[in-house]
């Protein structure tokens, strides 16, 4: 039949209690919400990674329960949104500028209003890429390469360079369009792709470039003004022939650290300015380049007059001389030119000339023939040189001097530096970086999936026309002596370029200067930035100082920092010396980005659905490969140092850091290593040459979920030294879904303490009904596949005796049965707190082994892997074996020790002899006072069960009679006579003495027994074994045995406990072993 019924809403309650109160208390929920925000640190456990939504700010949990027909849910929206809260929040999605506002406290106000991001692909990624890759390069050295490595050699290392930005461009648009990528940029893809380790070491690598970088454009800026702007302006002046070079390095040091301070002071006081700045550099830069293709088509029809000078074929330089002429005709009187006296001893006609000076003669040609002169077949090849070498004109008729003419004082042109390809290498590839300026943007773009693909590869395509199209224009149109002067002195100190230029060499010089300036101010304002990010992850400890700054986020000491690198950089002050230090570093940044890619991409990760299509992982694989061969190719020596440097940054962050868990791909690879590993081990045992000890470590808690015996844990990593599998196991008592909490405890305080003790391995603990059940659980399951335990090591039960522990020693017997039935060995510490911990060291001492029956080699094995720890490693190990009547002792002692030869193990040897004697009164005695213990606590325990049986009866004839009582009556009927409904008096009293009656005449029997022969031998066995190890192995270190097995019988349990408690008595440190049944030691190799 229908029943009406009412839904009662959960808040009801909350309802009962007035307005502001109930505005109070969610007031206060939400205070308590944002305070668990801001003590979350950046990296794993930021809201806006491990949240779905992008921007999440708290909802009002007051709405939550609104919807009434939802109210099955409502215990899964306290962590679960409701869909239609989700779409909501994602459709008024806005992502802030990603600039120093965002870290602005004094502007939350401003925070609150939504701001709608402008930029579109051109003015947000297009143009930002292109300022940041066109530079330096372009105009101080790429003609100068030109000239060296010839037109084809220069293609190939411009199109290697390119192709290498190209593929890495698309891997990054793959990585930068699967999610959001917040500020840090490269770093931010590296990090969550790759994981902690390498981001933290690729992010520093990055950092280092940006930093040099900064060094290097501050460099170029000096190059430009003390060369070919202001000459007079240089400091250090050449007092003597030669020193020229010296005294521009000193002028570079000077004036590079006085730009980097002013710079540092620019960027301190604020972005904002050198943002506004920008798009001025950026004009220099688009104008520059016009200038330079304007100037090639001038040359089709009127080529520029730039005379250079030659004698024979050697070039000079018009620095020193106005006419190229060795004497001038004037009013019919031949006179010598300023030429002649820099190559004679006077101004004479007849003075005593330079030899090469005198047989060559002076000619002049034009240094831009132009580009229908077809001057690009001679530039196609290379011309390499030595440093110090004169540059020379191809094809031009000379006659050598006597090689002891002196060259010093002379005006030629030389070159400052031993060329070679792979050097040139090194020197351009900074032409190529800042392909990541687009995505350190992410958060100013309208559509930042769309923007940063299109943006950054057509950025790349073009730069890379401009560099492949001026190499080729750069060879059709200059004179290729020209292009090798890297400073221009065959043509009066111009800038090379510049003399291409249209309409004035000085479009291209001021341009390059304030394009310099500003790659160098951007370079000082984005490396801290980048530093800040990693500090403030918390991945790296010692930077961490760097993540803070002014009130309003300007990363203070990161700019500090940032100058103090840049300034080392200024100090070596040559750009061919900085350019190939930061091409390492962006190099490594570049290939760890396709390495991200392509390890996203082959794991095929849930989360991997990146918008941008056209990638793959052989794409992303070829450039990973190409960065490393570029690497090597621009210096060996420095690929190497950059790699110990982002090995050691990585080792530390492994070792010291904070652990995060970003989801990245390296976890990924490691679980399908893991899994693919397990598979091919074999579920079955190992071959004898492989087995370890493969450990489960059984630990006891106390009340309050801490290890009750620490030192356990001291001993397994002493034992396993860091190798093989570790579990180790505890159990807690009683039902999993009430002690989810304490379970959580225990494993953080076992988590830790493996920590302390650097136990590696796993953690894993159980929780059952039956405290035994739960160690034959782990001992079943522990482990997976082929990776799993074959050895148990636990504690002994040092309160077995007691009688509120009287399971203890039950479970003990339990447990060696158990791992007897799995066939796994086992180990048993005995005195376990008084093992030493990881930090003492024994100087002195033995292991002492006593082989009383073989055990598959565990026994032999055990002391040599203990000896492999630096606690245990200048103890000397003994083997002590027993012989009977019929043995020959002094035979077994050559057998043993042929037998530990072949072992590789080294040890002394020594065989205790045994002689079979009558079993003394105080043994006999021992074995008495065990049985009547044992036969004592059996008469209690029955005695106990006897009148809990019988309590539990009445409590069931009590419930019974409650919840029947219509049947009363033929239910006390069936009940036998001695039990009562009621405890009256009487009924008491005749129990009380009932029961004392049957005690009395019980403990009465107990005393009149007489102990049991098996029983007798057992205990003379032990008392007789013990004494002979006191009296060898008192003072050892460690005495190792062979552990006897339990009774087939199990009412013997207890007095085994009592052997073994006899059998090591007076042993400071004991460890009994009990063998897995199979061999774990072979004499073969």
Not at 286 to 296: D, F, K, P, R, T
Not at 639 to 668: Q, T
Request: aromatic letters at 10%; charged letters at 20%.
């Amino acid at each position: 039949m229908p029943t009406s019924f009412t839904v009662v809403p959960v808040e009801a309650q909350g309802e009962e209690r007035g307005p502001a109160e109930r505005d109070g208390q969610r007031q206060e929920e939400e205070e308590e919400e944002e305070d668990d925000e801001r003590d979350r640190g950046s990296g794993d456990g930021i809201a806006r990674e491990s949240s779905p939504f992008i921007n999440s700010a708290e909802m009002d949990r007051g709405n939550m329960y609104e919807g009434k027909n939802m109210a099955l849910f409502e215990e899964e929206m306290d962590s679960n949104p409701m869909v239609s809260s989700l779409l909501n929040k994602l459709a008024n999605y806005t992502n802030l500028t990603q600039g120093v506002v965002e870290h602005e406290a004094d502007e939350d106000s401003k925070r609150k209003e939504v701001k709608v991001p402008r930029m579109g692909t051109f003015i947000g990624v297009y143009l930002p890429c292109l300022q940041n890759i066109l530079g330096v390069i372009l105009f101080l050295r790429l003609t100068w390469i030109v000239g060296t490595a010839g037109v084809l050699e220069s293609f190939i290392i411009v199109f290697m360079c390119c192709a290498c930005t190209m593929l890495t461009a698309i891997s990054m648009s793959a990585i930068a369009t699967n999610g959001v990528v917040p500020a840090g940029g490269s770093y931010y893809m590296i990090s969550r792709s790759l994981g902690p380790e390498f981001g933290g070491a690729v992010g520093l690598c990055f950092y280092l470039g940006t930093t040099f970088a900064g060094a290097m454009y501050i460099l170029g800026t000096i190059e430009i003004l003390l060369t070919y702007i202001s000459p007079s302006a240089a400091i250090f002046k050449a007092e003597e022939v030669g020193e020229e070079t010296e005294a521009m390095l000193n002028n570079m040091r000077v004036y590079g650290t006085c730009i980097i301070i002013l710079m540092a002071i620019v960027v301190f006081v604020g972005v904002k300015y050198v943002n506004k700045l920008a798009l001025v550099f950026l004009a220099c830069v688009i104008l520059s380049i016009i200038a330079i293709y304007a100037g090639v088509i001038k040359t089709a029809f009127d080529p520029p007059d730039f005379p250079i000078c030659l004698l024979g074929n050697r070039t000079l330089s018009k620095r020193s001389f106005d006419v190229c002429a060795k004497f001038t005709e004037s009013n019919n009187e031949t006179k010598t030119t300023t030429l002649w006296r820099l190559f004679c001893d006077s101004s004479l006609l007849n003075a005593t000339c330079d030899d090469y000076f005198s047989l060559n003669n002076v000619t002049e040609i034009q240094g831009i023939p132009g580009i229908m002169s077809g001057v690009l077949t001679d530039n196609l090849w290379s011309t390499y040189s030595e440093k110090g070498s004169i540059v020379e004109k191809k094809d031009q008729p000379s006659v050598a001097g006597s090689e002891e003419t002196k060259m010093g004082g002379v005006p030629y042109v030389f070159t400052d530096i031993m060329t070679y390809f792979t050097m040139l290498v090194g020197i351009y590839f900074p032409s190529v970086t800042g392909i990541m300026a687009g995505s350190n943007r992410s958060g100013d773009l309208k559509d930042a999936q769309k923007s940063i693909p299109t943006g950054t590869i057509l950025a790349i395509s073009t730069t890379s026309f401009i560099y492949l199209s001026c190499i080729v224009l750069f060879g059709a149109c200059i004179e290729g002596v020209i292009l090798r002067d890297k400073f221009g002195e065959a043509v009066n100190g111009n800038l090379v370029v510049g003399t291409l230029a249209w309409p004035s060499p000085w479009v291209i010089v001021i341009g390059s200067f304030f394009s310099t300036c500003g790659a160098g101010l951007q370079s000082l304002t984005g490396a801290p930035r980048l530093l800040q990010a990693i500090a403030r992850d918390g991945i790296v400890p010692f930077i961490q100082v760097f993540g803070h700054g002014k009130a309003n986020g300007e990363p203070t000491w990161a700019l500090l920092l940032t100058a103090g690198i840049c300034e080392i950089g200024i100090l070596i002050a040559s750009l061919d010396s900085v350019a190939p230090i930061l091409s390492m570093f962006f190099l490594m940044c570049y290939m760890f980005v396709n390495l991200a890619c392509a390890v996203q991409t082959l794991l095929r990760t849930p989360n991997w659905r990146p918008r941008f299509k056209y990638y793959h992982w052989t794409l992303s694989f070829l450039g990973m490969s190409l960065c490393l061969a570029l690497m090597f190719i621009c210096s060996w020596y420095y690929a190497l140092i950059a790699m110990l440097i982002a090995g050691c940054i990585y080792k530390y962050i492994e070792y010291r850091g904070a652990e995060k868990e970003w989801g990245d791909g390296i976890r990924g690879l490691s679980l399908n290593a893991a899994r693919y590993a397990l598979l091919r081990v074999e579920d079955g045992p190992p071959h004898t040459k492989n087995w370890r000890p493969q450990l489960l470590v059984l630990l006891n808690l106390d009340g309050e979920q801490l290890v009750k015996h620490p030192r356990l844990l001291s001993f397994t990593s002493q034992l396993k030294a860091g190798k093989g599998l570790t579990i180790v196991g505890s159990v807690l008592q009683g039902i999993f879904l009430d002690k989810c909490t304490e379970t959580q405890k225990a494993e953080e305080n076992v988590k830790a303490l493996m920590g302390v003790e650097k136990t590696k391995g796993f953690c894993q603990i159980v929780v059952s009904p039956n405290f035994r059940d739960g160690i034959s659980y782990l001992i079943q399951s522990a482990g997976l596949g082929g990776m799993k335990h074959n050895t148990v090591l636990m504690a002994w039960p040092q309160s077995w005796k007691q009688a509120e522990n009287r399971f203890s020693w039950k479970n003990f017997v339990d447990t060696v049965r158990e791992t007897t039935a799995a066939q796994q060995a086992l180990l048993v510490a005995k005195n376990i707190d008084l093992f030493p911990t990881n930090q003492e060291r024994f100087t002195e001492g033995n292991i002492d082994v006593w082989w009383i029956v073989h055990d598959g080699g565990m026994l032999m094995l055990l002391p040599f892997l203990l000896r492999q720890h630096k606690v245990w490693r200048k103890c000397k190990m003994r083997i002590f074996t027993v012989a009977q009547m019929d043995d020959n002792s002094i035979q077994m002692k050559k057998d043993l020790q042929m037998f530990l030869y072949h072992l590789r193990l080294n040890a002394e040897v020594e065989v205790v002899e045994m002689f079979e004697n009558d079993i003394s009164a105080f043994t006999y005695e021992k074995t008495l006072m065990m049985e009547q213990r044992s036969q004592m606590l059996k008469q209690m325990q029955l005695s106990k069960n006897e009148r809990e049986r019988e309590a539990q009866l009445i409590h069931d004839r009590n419930t019974a009679s409650h919840s029947a009582p219509a049947v009363k009556a033929s239910v006390a009927a069936a009940v036998p006579e001695k039990v009562q409904m009621t405890w009256t008096k009487e009924k008491f009293v005749a129990e009380k003495h009932k029961n004392k009656d049957s005690n009395v005449s019980g403990f009465k029997d107990i005393f009149n027994m007489k102990p049991n022969q098996s029983n007798v031998r057992r205990m003379h066995t032990a008392v007789k074994l013990n004494g002979v190890v006191l009296n060898k192995s008192q003072h050892a270190q460690l005495v190792l045995l062979n552990m006897p097995g339990p009774p087939k019988n199990r009412k013997g349990d207890e007095n085994y406990m009592e052997f073994l408690e006899v059998l090591t008595e007076g042993l400071d440190r004991a460890l009994l072993v009990r063998g897995s049944g199979r061999e774990v030691i072979t004499i073969y190799s």
